[in-house]
Nanobody, 125 residues
């Protein structure tokens, strides 16, 4: 199995930037993609973005395209979610995920089998 450890969530002002980190360990060969989701109180878990580890193919949610980006440090099996121009609507718990999704599930919760603990991002003045 793959273990995921997240960090970087904090209180940030509107318009600010933040980078979340997710380090993977364990059976790295058993996954081919890592991604980010978020969940606000009373709402469904929402896809943010993902990256295929071997090919570099990336997926981004329309809601954050142009503001958020996914990057990877292969040497440490770490992916990052770089967030800019943050808004109050971005406030949520952000989760890292890993798995072997097919194209049709790469943007969905069911496409991933390993999850991090979540890290709180709060955007407020």
């Amino acid at each position: 199995q793959v273990h995921l450890v997240e960090s970087g969530g904090e209180l940030v002002q509107p318009g600010g930037s933040l980078r979340l980190s997710c380090a993977a360990s364990g059976s790295i060969s058993s996954i081919n993609a890592m991604g980010w989701f978020r969940q606000a109180p009373g709402k469904e878990r929402e896809f943010m973005g993902a990256r295929r580890l071997a090919t570099g193919t990336t997926y981004l949610a329309d809601s954050v395209r142009g503001r958020f980006s996914i990057s990877r440090d292969a040497s440490s099996n770490t992916i990052y979610l770089q967030m800019t121009s943050l808004k109050s609507d971005d406030t949520a718990v952000y989760f890292c995920a890993a798995g072997r999704p097919v194209t049709s599930t790469a943007r969905t919760v069911r496409g991933y089998t390993s999850w991090g603990q979540g890290t709180q991002v709060t955007v407020s003045s």
